[in-house]
Structures are given as structure tokens and as C-alpha cells.
């Protein structure tokens, strides 16, 4: 084997390594850690489906009750945030690729860079919008309204954070497909007497088939693994009513008193089937229709 033959591997090989320390080991050893009763302090004692059992068909524990609310509030999150992000970013790119818009790079970076803001400072910044009594939201209404501990506002000020950061990445990923097409065939449907809504139905959803496959499926997973919006901004509260599956993962695993690592694993792997799922029957769908 000649050093031309080796070249791809010095490429391949460091993002491979940290790919199989970093993401596949810990992968496989917590699918193992599901079927274990473990406190992460002593060895790992083998349990089989017990823990499944316990969280998917144990009414009367606190597992099931967790399981089962936090997926249930994960599920309101993915509902709510999903379609926000999919549609504000797609509606920003095609406004942006108007001839009568200027600088558009200039309004392209603007919107993405709360992209690159950590969520901790991100709800810094939007915990002190939403303050009771310096927030500008308050004093622009005349309210005194407490947004984390009441709901619908709760779910408002968490959707909020989350479109505010998310919409960026999205609307760069559809806006370089939309900018490829041929601005010919734009001009031909005009001159042919179609109408904004047919040239974005016949020619814009056509020519971002695939990214809009691939953002809607990923923006769906990213959902599913929402942590630190509800934790900074809420707290998972009023009442629990934010308190997502993730939230309940952390807690068994690493938070006060003896770790439940073992219970926290199972739930983490219901959680990946559940997105690995859904992803399927996203993309199966998706691709069927626009076949």
C-alpha cells in the first residue's frame, strides 16, 4: 500500500477516532446501562427489560409518571417549535431573494448571528424581556404578568428563545438552494402570467426538495432533544407543565442524591427510538410526496 492510498485515512482518521471514543462507545455503553440497575459509584448489576417494564408499564411509579409527562410536555415543545421553524426561515429566504431587497447578506447575517449565542446567555437576555417588573415586555402591554409561572406564557416565552435562535441556520440552508435556481425560470413563469404563490409552489418548493427534507427531519430531532430552553427559562415549571424528558434524564442520572443512571439510560434509549422513528416516517413521507 502506497502513501497516495494512505492519504484518505489521514483525513478520515481523526474525525473517526473522536467519532468512536466520543459518540459510539458512550452509545453503546448506555444501551447496555439500560438493562442494568446502576448509581454510576458501583458496578453495574444486569436487570434485564426491567427498567422498560417499570417505565413503560408501571402506573403507579414515579418512572412511568415521568416518562410519560415528560415526553408528553417534549411532544407539546416539538409541535409548537417544529412548524415555526421550518415556515419563518423559508418565508425569510424567499423575501430575501427579491430583486427590490438590498443588502441581503448584511440582513442574512443579522438573523443568524443569535445562532451563534449560548442558550445560558440567550436566556439571560430574554429572562430579563420577560421580567416582571424591569421586562419591556411588561411595561410595552402595561402588564404585570409573571411569564414562567403561568401558562399559555410559559410555552410562549420557550417557543420564543427557541425561533429566535433556531431561524438563522434554516434560512441560510434554504436561501442557498432558492439563490441556485435560475432566475430565467422565474421570469418566464412571470411572463407567462404566473402569480407569486404558483412560481413558490412550481418552481421555489421544487428546488429546495431535498434541504427541506433534511431541515424539517433535523429541526424535528433537535426538538425532541430540548434541554436548556425549559431549564433556564422555567425550570421545567409552573407545576411540571415544562418539564421535558431530557429535564427527567439529568435529574435521575446526575442530580440530588444517589443516581438512578440505570433508569435514566432506558429512558434516554425510548427517547433516540422514539426520534429514529419519527425521523423514518418523516423522511418516508416527505420523500413520497415529492416523487
Do not use: C
Not at 206 to 235: C, E, H, K
Amino acid at each position: 500500500m502506497n502513501k497516495k492510498s494512505l492519504t484518505p485515512f489521514f483525513f478520515v482518521g481523526p474525525h473517526l477516532i473522536l467519532f468512536i471514543v466520543f459518540i459510539l462507545l458512550p452509545t453503546i455503553y448506555g444501551i447496555y446501562a439500560s438493562f442494568t440497575q446502576w448509581n454510576l459509584i458501583n458496578d453495574p448489576v444486569w436487570v434485564g427489560l426491567a427498567n422498560y417494564k417499570t417505565i413503560l408499564f408501571n402506573t403507579e411509579s414515579t418512572f412511568y409518571s415521568q416518562f410519560m409527562n415528560g415526553l408528553k410536555n417534549t411532544l407539546i415543545f416539538v409541535v409548537l417549535s417544529v412548524p415555526v421553524l421550518i415556515i419563518i426561515p423559508l418565508m425569510i429566504a424567499v423575501s430575501l431573494e427579491h430583486k427590490k431587497v438590498k443588502m441581503k447578506n448584511v440582513i442574512q447575517s443579522i438573523l443568524y448571528i443569535p445562532g451563534l449565542i449560548s442558550i445560558s446567555a440567550a436566556a439571560l437576555i430574554w429572562s430579563l424581556i420577560f421580567n416582571k417588573q424591569l421586562g419591556i415586555t411588561n411595561n410595552i402591554f402595561g402588564s404585570e404578568t409573571v411569564w414562567a409561572a403561568n401558562q399559555p406564557y410559559a410555552w410562549l416565552i420557550i417557543i420564543v428563545i427557541t425561533v429566535w435562535g433556531g431561524v438563522g441556520g434554516n434560512m441560510i440552508i434554504y436561501r442557498a438552494s432558492i439563490s441556485g435556481v435560475s432566475k430565467d425560470l422565474y421570469e418566464s413563469a412571470e411572463m407567462d402570467g404566473a402569480g407569486p404563490v404558483r412560481r413558490f409552489s412550481s418552481i421555489t418548493l421544487p428546488s429546495i426538495r431535498f434541504p427541506l427534507i433534511y431541515t424539517f427531519v433535523m429541526t424535528t430531532a433537535g426538538a425532541f432533544n430540548v434541554f436548556g430552553q425549559p431549564l433556564m427559562m422555567t425550570d421545567g415549571g409552573p407545576r411540571q407543565s415544562t418539564t421535558v424528558l431530557m429535564m427527567y434524564i439529568r435529574q435521575l442520572a446526575f442530580g440530588h442524591g444517589e443516581s438512578i443512571a440505570g433508569m435514566a439510560s432506558a429512558m434516554a434509549v425510548l427517547l433516540g427510538l422514539v426520534i429514529l422513528v419519527i425521523s423514518a416516517l418523516q423522511y418516508y413521507v416527505m420523500n413520497r410526496n415529492a416523487s
